[in-house]
């Protein structure tokens, strides 16, 4: 069982790092996020959602750590979701002891979500997150973010969605003011994305379930 989970696991990764290259390669550039479903949403009401510590695949510091903090704080302020709460998160993961930013198998998935009573699960990886110099002495920050939906009692993936933009993006296609820090690119990247949820079908929570 545990061979079969282990395989299940690879080639979710696989997969991932597929639709990732494939994504950069330039058929995702300049547009909307670039999003796939491996998987139909659980049926019925989905009000319980845990988001779980963002990895760091690059060389920025603290940058998993940086979009972390905003998705959090963008996906409360959009969505109606009971979203668990970053210290029960980390309490868990203590008790667990897995090292926050680590890349976890499903079978932990599983029970850091059974512990939180976590109908999905909110993965993402922060691929890239620079500070590139700008016009004027001024900075273009630069983020690119592969994110998972995944269903917490598998583990498994549902959706994945990668974006990435740079605080020029803004003023060549949509005429607002260019952002000029990776904090300001953050809001921007995971409210485009959790937007994007929303349209493909993620469902605002209607009842009044509690974690």
């Not at 273009?140 to 990435?164: C, E, F, K």
Request: proline share 5%.
């Amino acid at each position: 069982m545990a061979l079969i989970q282990n395989s299940k696991f690879k080639i979710q990764n696989c997969l991932i790092i597929f639709l990732l290259a494939f994504a950069v390669s330039g058929c995702a550039r300049n547009t909307l996020p670039y999003h796939t479903k491996a998987a139909p949403l659980p049926g019925g009401a989905v009000c319980r959602v845990a988001v779980l510590p963002f990895m760091n695949e690059g060389d920025f510091p603290l940058a998993d750590s940086i979009y972390y903090k905003v998705f959090l704080a963008q996906f409360n302020e959009l969505s109606d979701f009971h979203l668990a709460q970053e210290g029960d998160v980390l309490k868990i993961f203590q008790q667990l002891r897995i090292l926050p930013g680590a890349a976890l198998p499903p079978e932990q998935l599983e029970l850091v979500a059974s512990r939180l009573n976590a109908q999905l699960l909110i993965t993402a990886n922060v691929v890239e997150m620079r500070e590139n110099p700008g016009e004027h002495g001024s900075i273009n920050p630069v983020l690119a973010v592969n994110m998972q939906i995944r269903d917490g009692i598998s583990g498994d993936v549902i959706w994945n969605t990668y974006h990435r933009r740079q605080g020029t993006d803004s003023r060549k296609a949509m005429h607002f003011g260019t952002i000029h820090t990776v904090t300001g690119l953050s809001e921007q990247v995971s409210g485009e994305i959790i937007n994007l949820w929303f349209k493909e079908g993620l469902t605002r929570c209607d009842v009044s379930s509690r974690f």
